[in-house]
Structure formats: C-alpha cells, structure tokens
C-alpha cells in the first residue's frame, strides 16, 4: 500500500506561538510532497509543494515565511506555522506522491486551532 | 490560471436513487483524478482518467472523461449510505507543471437512508 501519516492530528495553541506538523510516507519514498490547506466545507486549497532537498515552491499568496516547509528526506516533509493567529486556524493536509503524475495519497490531516 | 468547477455544491438523494457530479476545467487537462472524502476524513483517491473520451467503472460508480479533456462526471447507480461523502474532483493541466492539481469545491453528497 501507500500509507501517508501525519503528526500531530490536532492541535491547540496560543495565538503567536509556532507549531510544527509533521507528514511522512510511511512505506515508500515520496519524491513530491504536497501542502494543503481546508477551510470547513471548503475545497483543499494547495499551499505548497515541496522536493526533497530542494527549497519549496508556494502558490499565489501563501507567505513562505509564515509557513515554512523543510522536506529533509525523502519520507518526511515538515510545515511549521510560526507566529500562528486565529485565522491560521484550518485543517492542514499533506499528501504525497511516488513518481511523476501519479495519483497522491492524503496524510489523515492535522487540525490547528489557535486561540 | 486554471480553474476547476464543480457542480452541484451539494446533493442529496433517497437511498437507491442514482447520483451524478459534474467537473469542468477552464484548460485542457493532462489527465482527472478523482478523491473521495467522508465526513471528518481525509480525500481518498480514486480514480485516474487520462485518455479522451475515457469511461472506467468501479462496481457502481462510473467515471467518463470528455473528448475535449476539459470536462469529466462521475455516476453512482443506485446510491448506499455509504456513498455519503464529498467526491472532489481534481485536474492537471496539460499545458502547466507535471505535478500540480487543481482541485474543484467538490460536491458533497447526503443520502436519506
């Protein structure tokens, strides 16, 4: 199979403090890894994607310095929400790809709610 | 950029009542993929369609895919309660990057049991 898991699946934190989730492929090497963000009842609104060992590529509009990836290998990819305020608040998805054009397989997502 | 529509935005059906979402892309597309969320969960892939005009079934739900590649519907024949879930759509398009999807709003299916 093709297994993608994410820490933490919740989390809860004061406004400006940094939160740090992790999304690793769990059996196989994943050249791609990809960033989403969901709003409730909302499409998944990608914020990234991310090569392993190369600098991340962000979409229109996503601050690269709020939101820091680092895809240190090729099993896991790390996006850290520094400074978070409430309206970072959001379901946070990663997914992740084996090969080039192939389908990706969604980490179960973390849930940050910043007060 | 490209843009990927859905429609309807919601739908809800008696059980054993047939169910149809419909995708379309403001480009052509490299190929469709086709993710499957339940309530609380996370997208679950499943299907990939890339030839025009391509048709694939999975017991009761059917997948097409226009002959322009810009449009793509999904069927479910005779709906089960465990269809309920919002079924996304998302392209690739065939002019841009090799990797990135474009996903729709998706269409979020009920079903009255």
């Known amino acids: 199979g093709a297994v993608v898991s994410q820490h933490p699946s919740w989390v809860i934190c004061k406004s400006g403090t940094s939160v740090k989730i992790e999304c690793r492929s769990l059996d196989f090497q994943a050249t791609t890894m990809f960033w989403y963000r969901q709003f409730p009842k909302q499409s998944l609104m990608l914020m990234a994607t991310s090569n392993e060992g190369s600098k991340a590529t962000y979409e229109q509009g996503v601050e690269k310095d709020k939101f820091l990836i680092n895809h240190a290998s090729l099993t896991l990819s790390t996006l850290t929400v520094t400074s978070a305020h409430p309206e970072d608040s959001s379901f946070y998805i990663c997914?992740?790809?084996?090969?080039?054009?192939?389908?990706?397989?969604f980490g179960p997502g973390t849930r940050l709610t910043v007060l | 950029g490209q843009q990927v529509m859905q429609i309807p935005q919601y739908q809800h059906v008696q059980e054993g009542e047939d169910f149809t979402t419909y995708c379309n892309s403001s480009t052509t597309l490299s190929n469709i993929q086709w993710y499957k969320q339940r309530p609380g969960g996370h997208p679950v892939f499943l299907i990939q369609l890339v030839k025009s005009g391509e048709v694939k079934k999975q017991k009761r739900l059917t997948f097409q895919f226009g002959e322009a590649k810009k449009n793509s519907s999904l069927h479910i024949t005779a709906t089960q309660t465990t269809d309920v879930g919002t079924y996304f759509c998302?392209?690739?398009?065939?002019?841009?990057?090799?990797?990135?999807?474009?996903f729709g709003k998706g269409t979020l299916l009920t079903v009255n049991p």
């Open positions: 997914s992740a790809r084996k090969g080039a054009g192939g389908e990706q397989f």
């Open positions: 998302a392209g690739r398009d065939s002019g841009g990057s090799n990797y990135k999807l474009t």
